[in-house]
């Protein structure tokens, strides 16, 4: 059984809804089942915000605006899509937006030289020393030292694991420049440590405990003053 509570609702639910299912409930005013949808995809928005703005910091405020505003339009979705790609794409479009305000986000495409003349280096934050294992540590470094546009196509497909067609509907591009970038971002890292850094993919750029609890409490508090159409209905 799953529960969540605020300080005016508390829900409880028998068995998992799926996305959809949570999405109309919300709608229908159990808006105490919103952090449900936070609590699934917190740790995925967060890996890509990351792979974008790379900022352990910013990238949690990336996906704390991008849950406010999918609260905000949540009469919008329209099961066109999956609710994952609708939301992702929310957080991809609201990173890419302060990446490019802060002049960090350059299209490696574009580029008439080597795309590693795009790189900078990056001291290790506090998020990547938290880690126990050396080898994620050096690959989270060497995830960071990607392009750009390759380095968000290689966190949602080889750390999030996203198929490549809803990494290219998550970053509004075609099915074959996400297989482009995914290979032009493997053989920019090392071989040898890919290989050996296969299996822990997945366990890279963690956004788990006390961190996710304080942002889903600080997502919750911003979305009761906000007032969406869908709600007065």
């Known amino acids: 059984m799953w529960s969540t509570s605020t300080a005016t609702q508390t829900v409880e639910i028998d068995a998992a809804p799926t996305d959809e299912q949570v999405v ?9 089942l919103f952090e449900l949808l936070m609590r699934r ?15 352990p910091d ?10 406010v505003n999918a609260y ?6 329209a099961n066109r899509a999956k609710f994952s790609t609708w939301l992702t794409k929310i957080a991809v479009y609201e990173a890419l937006a302060r990446a490019r305000r802060q002049r960090r986000f350059v299209d490696a495409d574009t580029n008439d030289g080597d795309p590693m003349t795009t790189l900078d280096s990056k001291e290790p934050d506090p998020e990547k020393q ?8 050096l690959l989270e470094q060497a995830i960071d030292t990607l392009p750009p546009p390759y380095r968000s196509v290689f966190i949602l497909r080889e750390v999030q694991e996203m198929s490549t067609a809803e ?3 998550c970053l509004d591009v075609t099915e074959d420049a996400v297989k482009m970038r995914l290979h032009r971002a493997r053989s920019v ?21 006390p961190r996710c609890d ?6 919750l508090a911003r979305i009761e003053a906000v007032a969406p159409a869908w709600r007065t209905r």
């Open 24 to 32: 109309a409930r919300v709608l229908a005013g159990e808006t105490a």
């Open 41 to 55: 995809y917190n740790q995925r928005l967060y890996r890509v915000a990351r792979g974008i703005v790379r900022s």
């Open 58 to 67: 910013e990238a949690e405020d990336v996906v704390q605006e991008a849950y």
């Open 72 to 77: 905000a339009h949540l009469d919008q979705f």
């Open 130 to 137: 938290a880690l126990t294992s050396e080898l994620r540590l």
């Open 167 to 169: 990494t290219a509907a």
């Open 189 to 209: 890292l090392r071989d040898d440590l890919y290989r050996r850094a296969g299996t822990l993919l997945p366990q890279a750029l963690p956004f788990l405990g």
């Open 214 to 219: 304080r942002m889903v409490q600080v997502v």
